[in-house]
Nanobody
């Protein structure tokens, strides 16, 4: 059973930083491809970043490239999203997700498990 729990969200001023964490209580974390998504009010859920099983491959949405860094610690069953130089348009609920597939994926329906989300609010 996979259970994902996000933490680390909050309110921050534009230009600030936050670090999100996603803890997996299951036993399949190291064999799962992982991703971060976000959803702003009135908008569809969008891909933010993805990471391979080993962590050697990562992929980012253009809107966050150069500002966000995704990483994982398989020994701790935890994935991270370091967010720097935050902008008001980064505001939304951030979700972590896992998938059994080998390749990185950027669309929500390709992920099998989801966390409950953590709110990130960036004020201008």
């Amino acid at each position: 059973q996979v259970q994902l729990v996000e933490s680390g969200g909050g309110l921050v001023q534009a230009g600030g930083s936050l670090r999100l964490s996603c803890a997996d209580s299951g036993r399949t974390f190291s064999s799962s491809t992982m991703g971060w998504f976000r959803q702003a009010p009135g908008k569809e859920r969008e891909f933010v970043a993805g990471i391979s099983r080993s962590g050697s491959s990562t992929y980012y949405a253009d809107s966050v490239k150069g500002r966000f860094t995704i990483s994982r610690d398989n020994a701790k069953n935890t994935m991270y999203l370091q967010m720097n130089t935050l902008k008001p348009e980064d505001t939304g609920i951030y979700y972590c997700a896992s998938r059994r597939g080998f390749s990185l994926a950027t669309v929500p329906h390709e992920y099998n498990y989801w966390g409950q989300g953590t709110q990130v609010t960036v004020s201008s």
